[in-house]
């Protein structure tokens, strides 16, 4: 029998959590409720910390949280790693200071600037301080993606605020993301490839089905921005390509053999934007078309 504690809102879990976790560590660090708002309008409710020598602050984000208490873990389980999170890994001070300091230098960040697109109707309201324009029916974005020594990532979008630091013009910043594109590893590979890579060794039906994304695959949609790379796999095959957008990170190639019709193609992304992928990760739900006589990409018809 769920106990009362158990039938807390997210909004009282939220109030709970913040008034617990700031007894644990004390006076030195200010715990404060923080909304963030992610890609395509996702909000993610959580916890912001301040402290004196710290400059960045860390939020620890709640909703995984408590969809844990949710199924039955013990607010003090979950008070416990909050403040372990923040205790036990500093949220790793080294990581946000260098963060802090390439934010406030673009000679130190010019170098990890790369484009992201992101859907520009359902990103309005992020967009409105984040430096982008018009691509398709996309929005053209620039990030600072950092790498640490475990190889995880981290990216920060540029925003009006870091571009008037960096005192460079908007131009600058796409004309070095677009030459940063040049080192970050964008390819077209076989789906079957990707597929034995996995682990996966029975018996499976042959595809004409290519991904392309970037080494990292992040935000590796940004490859439809890569022409010459499509237009030089177009030729190789001799087909013009239709483009999925599975997610921001990847898009799915199919080379037009005349077996595919705008409705077949919207069905497969829909599936996949519905059943498998995240809120944050959508970027359209609509194929686009990349013609290789005209060296360019367009919505499909």
Not at 110 to 127: A, C, F, G, S, V
Not at 181 to 207: D, L, R, S, V, W
Not at 279 to 288: G, V
Request: charged share 30%.
């Amino acid at each position: 029998m769920k106990t009362e504690e158990m039938t807390m809102s997210f909004e009282e879990f939220t109030a709970f959590m913040r008034e617990k976790v700031q007894l644990v560590l004390g006076t030195d660090v200010i715990v404060v409720s923080k909304s963030v708002l992610k890609n395509n309008g996702t909000r993610l409710q959580g916890l912001e910390f301040f402290k004196e020598t710290v400059r960045i602050s860390p939020v620890i984000y709640l909703d995984g949280i408590y969809k844990e208490y949710e199924r039955g873990r013990s607010m003090a389980d979950c008070v416990r790693e909050v403040c372990s999170l923040y205790t036990v890994n500093q949220w790793e001070k080294k990581k946000t200071e260098k963060i802090f300091h390439m934010i406030c230098s673009w000679e130190e960040s010019r170098t990890k600037i790369y484009p992201i697109l992101l859907p520009y109707e359902k990103n309005r309201e992020l967009l409105k301080n984040v430096i982008h324009k018009k691509y398709l029916d996309l929005a053209l974005c620039s990030c600072l993606t950092l790498e640490d020594e475990e190889r995880n990532n981290m990216s920060v979008r540029v925003t009006k605020g870091i571009l008037q630091q960096w005192e460079i013009s908007e131009e600058d910043l796409f004309r070095q993301a677009y030459e940063n594109m040049q080192t970050a590893g964008y390819h077209i590979i076989n789906m079957m490839q990707i597929i034995k890579e996995c682990g996966f060794e029975g018996e499976m039906p042959a595809t004409n089905m290519f991904v392309l994304t970037n080494r990292k695959q992040l935000y590796g949609a940004a490859g439809i921005l890569e022409t010459d790379l499509l237009k030089g796999f177009s030729d190789r095959i001799g087909k013009n390509l239709f483009i999925l957008p599975s997610s921001i990170h990847e898009v799915i190639l199919i080379p037009d053999e005349g077996r595919f019709g705008e409705s077949l193609l919207k069905e497969m992304i829909m599936d996949v934007n519905e059943n498998v992928l995240q809120e944050e990760d959508f970027l359209a739900d609509h194929a686009y078309y990349f013609d290789r006589e005209k060296g360019e990409v367009r919505v499909a018809e």
